[in-house]
C-alpha cells in the first residue's frame, strides 16, 4: 500500500507569494492532519480534515487555509507569506475509526520563504 | 489542554547499549494516548510505538517499549541494544478521545549512537 505522499518536497517563495501544499493520504484514510516544524517552535499543529470537513483547527492566522476533497487528498494554502512561514510542513493521515488511530506521516513539503 | 514535556535536548549511547527517552505529559482527558515517532534528518515521522492510557501493560514492538507510569504522567522509551541508525530526533506525542486526530508533541530529543 503507497504511503502518504507531499508535493512538492521543496519549495522556495518570496515573501508577499502564496503557496498550496499538497498532501494525498494512505487510500482508505479519511483524516489528514497539517502540522508546523520549525526549530524555534517545534511541531505544531495546523489543522484537520475528516470527510471534506474542517474538524479542529491549531492557533494560527486566518492565512492559514486547507482544503479537502472527496477522495480525501488535502491541500493547504497559505496567502501573503511572511519569513517565519518558513518551514517543514508535515501531513499526516489516519483511518480515524477508533479512540486513537496511528497517523501516518508524509515526508514533508520544506518552505523557505525569501 | 495537553502538554507534553521531553527534558534532553540530546542524549548519546554507544552502539550495542540501552537508552531511555524521558516523556513526561499533562492532560485533563480521562482518555488518551501516547505515541513516540522518530526523525531521521531526512524529515520524515516514523511512527514507533503507542500506548494508550487504560493499556495495563508496557507496550513493546521490537527493540522499542515504552515505560508507561501512569501514576508519575510518564512515557519514556527504552531502546535496546542501539544501532547507528538509531540516531535522529524522537518525539513523544499525546492524543486526547475524542474525533480529534490532533497530536500534541513535545520538543524532541536528538539520539546519537556512537560506534
Known amino acids: 500500500k503507497a504511503g502518504v505522499t507531499q508535493t512538492p518536497r521543496y519549495l522556495i517563495k518570496t515573501r508577499g507569494q502564496q503557496v498550496t501544499l499538497s498532501c494525498s493520504p494512505i487510500?482508505?484514510?479519511?483524516?489528514v492532519s497539517w502540522y508546523q516544524q520549525t526549530p524555534g517552535q517545534g511541531l505544531q499543529f495546523l489543522f484537520e480534515y475528516f470527510s471534506e470537513t474542517q474538524r479542529n483547527k491549531g492557533n494560527f492566522p486566518g492565512r492559514f487555509s486547507g482544503r479537502q476533497f472527496s477522495n480525501s487528498r488535502s491541500e493547504m494554502n497559505v496567502s501573503t507569506l511572511e519569513l517565519g512561514d518558513s518551514a517543514l510542513y508535515l501531513c499526516?493521515?489516519?483511518?480515524?475509526?477508533?479512540?486513537?488511530?496511528?497517523?501516518?506521516f508524509g515526508p514533508g513539503t520544506r518552505l523557505t520563504v525569501l | 489542554a495537553q502538554k507534553i514535556t521531553q527534558t534532553q535536548p540530546g542524549m548519546f549511547v554507544q552502539e550495542k547499549e540501552a537508552v531511555t527517552l524521558d516523556c513526561t505529559y499533562d492532560?485533563?482527558?480521562?482518555?488518551?494516548?501516547l505515541f513516540w515517532y522518530k526523525q531521521p534528518s531526512s524529515g520524515e515521522m516514523i511512527f514507533l510505538i503507542y500506548q494508550g492510557s487504560y493499556d495495563q501493560q508496557n507496550a513493546t514492538e521490537g527493540r522499542y517499549s515504552l515505560n508507561f507510569q501512569k501514576a508519575r504522567k510518564s512515557a519514556n522509551l527504552v531502546i535496546s541494544a542501539s544501532q547507528l541508525g538509531d540516531s535522529a530526533m524522537y518525539f513523544c506525542a499525546s492524543l486526547g478521545v475524542g474525533g480529534s486526530e490532533k497530536l500534541v508533541f513535545g520538543k524532541g530529543t536528538k539520539l546519537t549512537v556512537n560506534p
Open positions: 487510500s482508505g484514510h479519511r483524516s
Open positions: 499526516a493521515s489516519s483511518l480515524a475509526t477508533g479512540d486513537w488511530n496511528e497517523q501516518f
Open positions: 492532560t485533563s482527558d480521562p482518555s488518551y494516548g
